[in-house]
């Protein structure tokens, strides 16, 4: 098994990309961002996660992240995104609005069909990608691509203006999830 991408230092801080599924576009939608919010900040609460830098996509999240001493970094990405893609599910299938409802039903059967830890749905990719951030240098880089994400999909002319990222916290505003500045 490769060990390309796991949480090598359990103190380190990290970039970390997680994906649904066949990219599917879930994140278009308010309630559905704002219910990974909650678990993000369930995740800061209740079981150590520190976010530094953070940004929804319409299929894909980012973050610069680490935790708390004693927690394991693996755990809570991988509770948080067991909690997250139920809740999501559970979204999805209520929402008398969704239109692309059976359709993304069925991709997410598919996937937990081809995975034999799943009963029915599944909602993120296996895994997730990190990066340990070792330099100032490299922390710099990281935090512009994730700002800079929805300024390159053209959702937003400056990256502060993106409502769903921290990059309104690093502009000097406030942004609508607590984090820690890097600087």
């Known amino acids: 098994m490769s060990d390309k991408y796991k949480f090598k230092n ?4 990290y970039f970390i990309t997680f994906t649904i599924v066949y990219w599917v576009d879930v994140f278009t939608r308010i309630e559905y961002k ?17 976010i530094f ?3 929804i996509m319409s299929n894909h999240v980012h973050m610069i992240v680490r935790t708390e001493e004693g927690k394991l970094l693996s755990d809570i990405i ?7 893609s139920t809740k999501l599910i559970e979204a999805i299938i209520e929402n008398p609005q969704e239109s692309k409802k059976e359709w993304m039903l069925k991709l997410f059967a598919n996937a937990g069909k081809e995975n ?6 599944q909602f993120w990719q296996n895994g997730s990608h990190q990066i340990e ?6 922390i710099e880089e990281k ?4 700002h800079q994400n929805p300024v390159k999909a053209g959702w937003v002319a400056e990256p502060h203006h993106f409502l769903y990222s921290s990059a309104k916290d690093y502009a000097g505003e406030k942004g609508i999830l607590k984090i820690k500045m890097l600087w």
Do not use: M
């Open 133 to 138: 951030l070792w330099s100032v240098h490299v």
């Open 78 to 84: 991988r509770d948080l995104k067991k909690f997250s």
């Open 116 to 121: 034999p830890n799943n009963t029915s749905y």
């Open 143 to 146: 935090l512009d691509y994730i």
């Open 34 to 50: 704002d219910i990974l919010l909650k678990s993000f900040e369930y995740c800061q609460s209740k079981k150590g996660l520190e």
């Open 10 to 13: 359990p103190d380190g801080l």
């Open 53 to 55: 830098a953070w940004c």
